[in-house]
T-cell receptor, first 118, second 111 residues
Framework: GAVVSQHPSWVICKSGTSVKIECRSL??????MFWYRQFPKQSLMLMAT?????????EQGVEKDKFLINHASLTLSTLTVTSAHPEDSSFYIC??????????????FGPGTRLTVL | GDSVTQMEGPVTLSEEAFLTINCTYT??????LFWYVQYPGEGLQLLLK?????DKGSNKGFEATYRKETTSFHLEKGSVQVSDSAVYFC??????????FGAGTTVTVRA
């Protein structure tokens, strides 16, 4: 149980375009989802926290107008990278925290999405 | 602010060798401590955790003890296997459920 999926697993786009990444909790409802960014051979950096039905909370230094987060349901959050540029190329990872039982105090991570902006 | 410092890698070992990855933290209050593992091409998986001082987390032969006096949570395994090759992340969590990660340590185990 407690599986989180991400789609797509990798995407290549042209500079200036927007890219949407989906994060789904497959077998549990997630009150909170987190979005991280991971640079090569570096740690995960928390970008934002999203709660279902409310606006995301962004970490200091993360542009909320560039990284749009929507958490419309208890099983789906999306991250849209708007007007992407090569420096936005990275590995984006989501995690989800559940509502009940085992999932309530844990974060379960998706497999990540590799974004390359040309 | 809260932070996690872990041993730099990469670490290369032979099978059946002893593995230690050092992790120390800086935080106010009483965080929970975690080790996550990322196998090649996969997402992060929780390996073990400890929620209070002197707790020992263990899983798959790995162990780590929450040492408040030294603010440490070192990961150990007595006999590694090739399948343990992965990136290991130490992390702490406060009451807001946000995780702060260390930089990660790449471990390669050779047959």
């Amino acid at each position: 149980g407690a599986v989180v999926s991400q789609h797509p697993s990798w995407v290549i786009c042209k500079s200036g375009t927007s890219v949407k990444i989906e994060c789904r909790s497959l077998d549990f409802q997630a009150t909170t989802m987190f979005w991280y960014r991971q640079f090569p051979k570096q740690s995960l950096m928390l970008m934002a926290t999203s709660n279902e039905g409310s606006k995301a909370t962004y970490e200091q230094g993360v542009e909320k107008d560039k990284f749009l987060i929507n958490h419309a349901s208890l099983t789906l959050s999306t991250l849209t990278v708007t007007s992407a540029h090569p420096e936005d190329s990275s590995f984006y990872i989501c995690s989800a925290r559940g509502m009940t039982d085992k999932a309530v105090n844990e974060q379960f991570f998706g497999p990540g999405t590799r974004l390359t902006v040309l | 602010g809260d932070s996690v410092t872990q041993m730099e890698g990469p670490v290369t070992l032979s099978e059946e060798a002893f593995l230690t990855i050092n992790c120390t933290y800086t935080a106010t209050g009483y965080p929970s401590l975690f080790w996550y593992v990322q196998y090649p091409g996969e997402g992060l998986q929780l390996l073990l955790k400890a929620t209070k001082a002197d707790d020992k987390g263990s899983n798959k032969g790995f162990e780590a003890t929450y040492r408040k006096e030294t603010t440490s949570f070192h990961l150990e395994k007595g006999s590694v296997q090739v399948s343990d090759s992965a990136v290991y992340f130490c992390a702490l969590r406060k009451n807001d459920y946000k995780l702060s990660f260390g930089a990660g340590t790449t471990v390669t185990v050779r047959a």
